[in-house]
């Protein structure tokens, strides 16, 4: 194989689980973690005994601790957590922290955290909720000497790294000791952690294996309005986990948009209100609609810059490539204003979800100085999606320019379909946005359109994830987490039945749900797999098809946002580059030609240069081989052979492509007779490749990974396959019985009569 | 709907059932009656409609429509899916009921239909949408009213011109009636002085056109002009020689007086060609006014009603309900 010698590193560090330290496993660590805890539950901790006497906590009494105790603890000399000596950084950011205004209501907070179990805290941004509350529940939860943790959650990747960052600073500790996080394919954390800052998923995934949290005596929810899938079942779950664990403790953090609306839902909780450090911030609406959302706010950021008083900008846009294209026109436009104009200089940052986390760090740089002394100040412009709107708090912003989209995923169960469509933000998120805009100081938000459009067309709330999304990895989630009542599970937005109903179907034509519903050993197993059901299967099958390597390559591959790089300025270019690795039979296999040069000795001598050149996007790949490791390790774990066909032999792709089909069997078209178009099976949509594909029209079947909706039915990331494969692989979901009459029917019919005729005639023989 | 089709038919029309009924709606009547003329015609209209190579943009719009039609349609309205899906199946099994929402018996603001997804084609703002269609709605309300306007305008217009027409024609009417009653009177005076002549008429006609009433003068003018043409016409037919104006020395008075050449004609032409300008001014005035006058004169002049159509015996004209003709409805 290609990737031989890069992967030997790897091969090592994946064993490494199995051999040295089985607990840096993220996915074993619950294993151990509830071994300790068990441990734990009689004396403490060995080293903690030890640090016990020492520290400032010694005398607290558990849930029954004051703000005035907790202060004096904080101002040292030694760190109350691990005795050692604070430093001054420590005391710098302290008296910042009781500056916050959430910290004037502490004693307030702690009265209630011991009164009730479950508390609503509504805290508008600036309140310093995310950072201190945690902080507050350590002082008084003190779960060291209990061998437990206090796990906040946050729905985004980017939050969880840079709040555990900012919280392990203002509790001078290094990252990945008392404070740490965990996100997907990435855990900080340590024996010594008490607190964790975790995306809402790995908690999630973490109560899979042990259904009442047992790791934790205090869960914090943050940003629950966020509404994230994973937030809304944490909830289901945790309401009725606190009836089961009378000792846990429950906050759930909101902003302020419909704090009623969590209280009602657990069972009227008492609510806490901290008012926001919000400065006032000026509304200022377009006199008409914009014609071009994207120029408008083009031409609005460049206004402020060349018009307003200092100060950074924030602006909204919808993705990842509208995002890169409008960076590159500020910073060209900036220049030109800089050399011609005299503007003060203008340092643009993307932010979006997918942006490799030392980047989005970057978006904490101070602006640029002036360019020459006494010259006019700097500025920077910090270009984001959603991800800016709440979890993430950039000092500094004074002006925000809001074109009111955003690029939501939703799922409809009628024809299965799952799209990524910009579309107008709710008026709580507009709100949202337009508060960035007064943390440091008054500031103003640009709303790029009119006022009465703001009242008339944008809805109150944003639709939570759960109403939007496919739910088969949900139900598998849910099937693993215990919950069996499906439908009478306690949601606070429950799904539409039609979308429950297919996901259902989908599991179980899967064959992760028997037809009473319960997990079969293939849901158990795949519901390992942090994958859509439909990934984890076609990868456990892998092996049977002599191709879990490369199948494994394939899922990461898919897992990871686009892999190709397509700039407008050099599309020829890069579609040229593309054809060098086009394989003729599809997509699927063209990413993997792709990724086996990226690990070819050619492309690891200078990978950056490698990916450049080939318009490739290293990112992408980067991260793709970090989820390939993450998920090998499951496989081992799951005693999956990775096993691979012989490159030369003729069924080397024919394999890849067999294995895809026991995945995704159920997202096939057929090409219409009369011309491009193609019909997607049962659902009998008429779809287009998509223009990306690599593949010509002339193939009768394909798989698709998506189906996606924009001004036509497009399929992407297409591979073609043989209709004799699809009866073969997934004979229930092809019982000819149960498609309409039509097209497809009689082709598979046919397909069905030759392969019958084969078969007769070897018997024959 | 294919599996209700009573159509016995191949492989090839099944895979375009769905096509045809969208294209032809036609299989209402039950199927034996058809004749073979029918079916042949049928057939010939299926055959092109399958033939034609569907435009890009029929292409789209049929697809939109396929997309949206099960978009709009609840998995549970499909008999087959309540019948078969394993996956409603199971949901029944834990208690679901189709048109029931999930979730806890006390949310009532669960929903029961998925989201409906609206897909956005361009960068344009928000309100954009709206406010083009506000702004196309503006403008055909003001297309409507502006043709609204012409189309009202345009019947004032013909309801004008008819009654223009139709004063125009009493006028004329009016006219008549009061040369009659002037010649008549002055045949009346005439006969009383007793110097009548036979030639009475024919003294009215030869009379200068300036001293007849302006009222009536247009009407003896226009009748003069028409005899003109007519008789240069006929003039025209016989000879160049024969022209009215035509002066021929070798003609003495008696051929001219045979000829009927007299001297009265010549002045009639050359009062014709004369300018009138009391008669522009009288014909530029509004036709129900010259109307009015003409009427008020008959009155004045002779108690002759013109819409009664009688010649009342006194100034009183008792019995007249009035000027105008609307008194007289």
Redesign the interface.
């Known amino acids: 194989m290609a990737d031989r010698r890069p992967e030997e590193p790897e091969m090592s560090r994946a064993k490494r689980p199995r051999t040295d330290d089985p607990s840096q496993n993220p996915y074993l660590a619950h294993m151990y973690e509830a071994q300790d805890t068990s441990d734990y539950n009689g004396y403490n901790r060995s080293n903690g005994s030890g640090t016990k006497a020492r520290t400032g906590l010694s005398d607290f009494k558990r849930h029954a601790t004051t703000a005035l105790q907790a202060h004096d603890a904080e101002d040292g000399p030694n760190n109350p957590f691990n005795n050692a000596p604070l430093s001054k950084q420590y005391f710098n950011i302290l008296k910042t922290r009781r500056d916050l205004p959430v910290h004037k209501q502490r004693q307030e907070f702690l009265d209630m955290f011991h009164k009730s179990q479950i508390l609503v805290f509504v805290g508008e941004t600036g309140s310093g909720k995310t950072t201190q509350i945690p902080q507050f529940v350590l002082f008084d939860d003190l779960p060291h000497f209990s061998g437990k943790l206090v796990a906040c959650t946050q729905p985004r990747r980017v939050a969880a790294t840079s709040v555990a960052q900012r919280v392990a600073n203002e509790m001078d500790v290094k990252l990945g000791d008392e404070v740490g996080y965990s996100i997907r394919f990435e855990d900080v954390s340590g024996p010594k952690t008490i607190l964790k800052y975790m995306t809402d998923g790995m908690l999630l995934r973490e109560a899979m294996h042990d259904h009442n949290l047992t790791r934790y005596s205090c869960i914090i929810l943050d940003e629950a309005h966020e509404r994230t899938l994973a937030t809304d079942l944490l909830m289901g779950l945790l309401k009725e986990i606190a009836l089961r664990r009378p000792d846990l403790k429950i906050v759930v953090m909101s902003a302020t948009l419909d704090a009623q609306k969590f209280q009602r839902y657990f069972n009227d909780a008492p609510l806490l209100a901290v008012p926001g450090r919000t400065h006032p911030v000026e509304i200022f609406y377009t006199p008409e609609p914009e014609r071009d959302y994207v120029e408008a706010a083009l031409r609005t950021v460049l206004q402020i810059h060349a018009t307003e008083p200092e100060g950074d900008i924030l602006l909204f846009l919808t993705g990842e490539e509208e995002i890169e294209d409008a960076c590159r026109k500020i910073t060209l436009e900036a220049d030109e204003m800089i050399r011609e104009a005299d503007a003060g200089p203008l340092k643009v940052y993307p932010l979006y979800g997918n942006l490799p986390p030392q980047q989005q760090q970057r978006i904490f740089e101070p602006a640029p100085p002036p360019t020459r002394p006494g010259g006019r100040p700097g500025r920077k412009v910090i270009v984001g999606t959603n991800v800016a709107e709440t979890s993430l708090t950039i000092d500094g912003i004074v002006y925000v320019v809001d074109p009111g989209f955003s690029k939501q995923k939703v799922y409809n169960p009628r024809i299965r379909v799952e799209s990524l469509l910009v579309s107008p933000i709710s008026k709580a998120s507009a709100q949202q946005r337009a508060g960035r805009a007064g943390r440091t100081r008054p500031g103003k938000c640009f709303r790029l359109y009119t006022e009465a459009a703001f009242k008339k067309e944008l809805i109150e709330q944003t639709y939570p994830e759960i109403l939007r999304s496919n739910l088969a990895n949900t139900v598998l989630e849910l099937k693993k987490l215990g919950v069996d009542d499906l439908v009478h599970f306690d949601l606070m937005d429950p799904p539409a039945p039609e979308t429950l109903m297919r996901a259902l179907e989908e599991l179980n034509y899967l064959a992760c749900l028997d037809d009473d519903g319960d997990l079969t050993a293939l849901g158990k197993l795949a519901s390992e797999f942090p994958l859509d059901p439909s990934l984890a299967v076609m990868l456990i099958s892998s092996p049977e098809f002599y191709c879990s390597n490369e199948i494994l390559s394939l899922t990461a591959l898919l897992s990871v946002p686009q892999i190709f790089v397509r700039p407008a300025s050099a599309r020829k270019r890069a579609d040229e580059m593309k054809a060098l690795f086009a394989h003729p039979d599809g997509d699927h296999l063209t990413m993997l030609n792709v990724y086996h040069a990226f690990k070819g000795a050619e492309a690891q001598a200078d990978p950056k240069r490698w990916c450049h050149e080939h318009f490739i996007s290293l990112r992408a790949l980067q991260s793709a081989d970090n989820v390939r490791q993450q998920l090998k390790r499951i496989m081992e774990k799951s005693e999956l052979d990775l096993v691979s066909t012989d490159f030369n032999d003729k069924d080397y792709y024919t394999n890849i492509r067999r294995a895809l089909v026991a995945g995704f069997f159920m997202q096939v078209a057929k090409k219409d007779p009369s011309g491009k178009t193609y019909k997607t099976v049962k659902d009998d949509q008429s779809v287009l490749l998509h223009p990306s594909t690599v593949l010509g029209v002339d193939s009768e079947w394909v798989v698709y990974n998506e189906f996606v909706l924009t001004t036509k039915n497009y399929v992407r990331t297409v591979t073609a396959v043989r209709p004799e494969w699809l009866l073969d692989i997934a004979p229930t979901y092809y019982d000819l019985a149960t498609f309409p009459k039509g097209e497809v029917r009689t082709a598979l019919q046919r397909t069905l009569d030759k392969i019958k005729r084969k078969q007769a005639m070897k018997g024959g023989r | 709907m294919?599996?209700q089709d009573p159509m016995p038919s191949n492989?090839l029309e099944?895979?375009e059932?769905?096509y045809m009924n969208m294209v032809i709606a036609e299989p209402t009547k039950p199927r034996e009656k058809e004749t073979y003329t029918q079916r042949r015609l049928r057939k010939e209209r299926e055959a092109e409609a399958r033939g034609r190579?569907?435009s890009k943009a029929e292409?789209?719009a049929?697809?939109a429509a396929?997309?949206e039609a099960?978009?709009s349609?609840?998995?549970?309205a499909d008999p087959q899916t309540t019948t078969?899906?394993?996956?409603?199946?199971?949901?029944a099994?834990?208690?679901?009921k189709?048109g029931?929402?999930?979730?806890?018996?006390v949310?009532s603001?669960?929903?029961?239909?998925?989201?409906v997804?609206?897909?956005?084609?361009?960068?344009?703002?928000?309100?954009?949408d709206?406010?083009k269609k506000r702004k196309f709605r503006v403008e055909v309300e003001q297309e409507g009213k502006r043709v609204k306007a012409e189309e009202g305008e345009y019947r004032e217009r013909l309801r004008k011109e008819r009654e223009e027409v139709r004063l125009e024609g009493q006028v004329g009417a009016a006219m008549r009636v009061a040369e009659r009653l002037y010649a008549e009177k002055e045949e009346d005076s005439a006969q009383q002085d007793g110097t009548e002549d036979a030639s009475s008429r024919r003294k009215i006609s030869s009379k200068p056109l300036k001293q007849i009433n302006v009222l009536w003068r247009g009407l003896v003018r226009k009748r003069e002009e028409k005899e003109r043409d007519r008789r240069m016409r006929y003039d025209l037919q016989q000879s160049l020689s024969r022209l009215p104006t035509y002066d021929d020395p070798d003609e003495d008075r008696d051929d001219r007086k045979a000829l009927g050449k007299d001297r009265v004609q010549h002045t009639l032409v050359e009062d014709l060609e004369e300018e009138d300008p009391e008669l522009d001014e009288f014909n530029s005035l509004d036709p129900a006014y010259r109307l009015e006058k003409l009427v008020r004169h008959l009155r004045e002049e002779y108690h002759y009603c013109f819409w009664c159509k009688y010649t009342y015996p006194d100034q009183e004209m008792e019995g007249c309900p009035g000027l105008t003709e609307e008194e007289h409805d």
């Open positions: 294919s599996t492989g099944d895979e059932d769905d190579v569907k292409q789209a049929d697809e396929a997309r099960a978009l349609t609840s998995l549970f078969t899906n394993k996956g409603l199946a199971m949901m099994k834990m208690g679901f189709p029931v929402a999930l979730g806890s018996k949310n603001g669960a929903r029961t239909e998925p989201i997804i609206s897909m956005k084609e361009d960068r344009g703002g928000i309100g954009l709206s406010e």
